[in-house]
């Protein structure tokens, strides 16, 4: 698959975690920050990961902050992207089975890197079924 990562200083450790562990399975990253533990504001790097997601055409980028909280919301900000905060692998499953979600974010201090691995995971093993979902995602969609 081809991914793209972000994060603030708050998600940065679990984000470098995950990506390594991405890229170990052969997985394609763009990594569009931050590259150290430097304080930085989380929207801006949500609307970057976002953009390029939207240009470059990834199966999916995945957001790191501290809680996971601020850097989903300001992703969902951005029209066409759906960003599920996932705290337990059935959630990380739904948020593409039911919700088709593009992005997948994780908190760096209150989830545990094999914990979110695991989410990825389910995330990735997943597959979105259509039928019903389809026209609730587009009324999603259509709400921005
Ligand atoms: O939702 C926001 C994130 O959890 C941020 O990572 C957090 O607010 C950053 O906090 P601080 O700048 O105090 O490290």
Same mark, same amino acid.
């Given at each position: ?64 902050? *501290?809680?996971?909280? #601020? @850097?989903?919301? !300001?992703?969902?900000? /951005?029209?066409?992207?759906? =960003? %599920? ?22 908190? *760096?201090?209150?989830? #545990? @890197?094999?914990? !979110?691995?695991?989410? /990825?995971?389910?995330?990735? =093993? %997943? ?18």
């Amino acid at each position: 698959m081809r991914i793209v990562v972000g994060s603030d200083h708050g998600g940065f450790e679990l984000k470098e975690e995950l990506k390594k562990r991405l890229m170990d399975q052969g997985h394609e990253v763009l990594d569009v920050g931050c590259h150290d533990k430097n304080m930085v504001d989380y929207p801006m790097i949500a609307v970057d990961l976002c953009k390029v997601l939207l240009a470059q055409g990834q199966d999916f980028g995945l957001l790191c902050c *501290g809680t996971g909280i #601020g @850097i989903s919301i !300001a992703a969902n900000k /951005v029209k066409g992207i759906r =960003a %599920a905060l996932c705290t337990d692998c059935y959630s990380a499953r739904m948020a593409k089975e039911h919700n088709n979600a593009n992005v997948i974010a994780f908190g *760096g201090r209150t989830v #545990g @890197i094999e914990h !979110a691995w695991a989410m /990825v995971q389910a995330y990735m =093993a %997943a597959e979105f079924q259509h039928g019903i979902h389809e026209p609730r995602v587009k009324m999603i969609d259509e709400i921005q």
